[in-house]
């Protein structure tokens, strides 16, 4: 027994480490090749940064992502079965190579959706065969593709989305480790240093962007740990729900009150509490560090109380969300004070 556990940590170890160099080596030379080919994201008034920057740079993420987290899925006892990790593959693939065209240039939504819908579709018919019924694919897949845009919209500043896809990646891993399944917790692993590798070059002040390669890549790979804890053991949401709470309640609750006021909720805008933040006169650095605060003092402790205690997940999981929109609302509204006394000023 403790031969095979040996085992299983090398080969976690490995993947973890291929995804992390297969993308720090990736994104270096994205940097070289975004510079060539004039894949520059320049400053306006809908952006959150000073200076022309390359974007593309996710396809790093992707491309360790691809290098571990296929081979921890499918390698590592615990796994959800070869049908789940091909589909996993092919979605991937799909959703990073119509985020890539429209880094290169400018998409219509119609056929991205598209893309990401049928990709997402296929992960969760495949998740949704081994439960009780086929027909867990329809909620899953709203989750799959709400999950791929929400990521979307929270890539906004140097170093948020990846800092995240790192602690979600992370706490997953140790989550699923303590649930006896090294199979995701590898996967979620390469995730986590897949990221890193990136954020090296993303963290503030960026040399390049993640681009739509990257963020709805990132977000169908959280989706796709979060949808696999949930089908191991149903309990597992709701750790996994706290640990993706920042970005969920900032994204949500953004795109609601847009639509509540006739806004034109699909257009880029700079609405999101991490943005306020920033033209409020915060740093690129102070916004993730808030941000990663809340990850380690509120999301860590209760999602532990959560595993620990699977009767009281659901309230863990309300609680957290509950105070995650408090924070959101209160934050938001000492911004919007700040700047009606700097316009009265």
């Not at 959150?48 to 590592?76: D, E, K, Q």
């Not at 989750?143 to 979307?152: D, E, F, R, S």
């Not at 795109?255 to 920033?278: C, F, K, S």
């Not at 209160?330 to 009606?340: N, V």
Request: proline residues 5%; charged residues 10%.
């Amino acid at each position: 027994m403790t031969g095979t556990v040996a085992s299983a940590g090398s080969l976690l170890i490995g993947c973890a480490l291929a995804a992390f160099l297969v993308s720090f080596a990736s994104v270096r030379a994205a940097i070289a090749y975004a510079h060539r080919r004039g894949m520059l994201d320049v400053p306006g008034h809908r952006r959150s940064h000073t200076m022309p920057t390359p974007r593309g740079g996710g396809i790093g993420i992707v491309a360790g992502a691809l290098a571990g987290m296929p081979a921890a899925f499918l390698l590592l006892p615990g796994s959800p079965g070869a049908a789940v990790v091909g589909a996993f593959t092919v979605a991937v693939i799909a959703v990073a190579a119509i985020g890539w065209l429209d880094d290169h240039g400018s998409l219509p939504i119609k056929p991205r959706l598209l893309i990401q819908l049928a990709a997402t579709l296929l992960f969760c018919v495949a998740v949704a065969t081994g439960t009780s019924s086929l027909l867990w694919a329809l909620p899953l897949l709203v989750a799959g593709v709400w999950c791929i845009n929400l990521h979307n919209f929270m890539d906004g500043i140097d170093g948020l989305a990846a800092q995240q896809a790192m602690f979600f990646g992370a706490a997953s891993a140790a989550l699923a480790w303590a649930a006896g399944n090294p199979a995701i917790a590898g996967a979620a692993l390469a995730l986590a240093l897949a990221a890193m590798g990136f954020w090296w070059f993303n963290r503030s002040p960026a040399r390049i962007f993640m681009g739509d390669v990257g963020s709805g890549t990132v977000g169908l790979m959280v989706f796709a740990i979060s949808a696999t804890l949930w089908a191991f053991r149903t309990n597992l949401l709701w750790p996994a729900l706290i640990f993706s709470s920042a970005f969920v309640i900032d994204a949500t609750l953004t795109l609601l009150v847009r639509m509540l006021r006739g806004a034109r909720w699909y257009t880029p805008h700079r609405e999101h509490l991490y943005q306020w933040l920033v033209r409020r006169g915060a740093s690129h650095r102070k916004v993730a560090a808030g941000y990663f605060a809340w990850n380690v003092l509120v999301c860590v402790p209760v999602a532990w109380i959560a595993f620990r205690s699977p009767a009281a997940a659901p309230l863990c999981m309300g609680a957290v969300y509950l105070l995650g929109a408090a924070v959101w609302r209160t934050g938001k509204r000492t911004c919007l004070r700040r700047r009606e006394r700097h316009v009265s000023a």
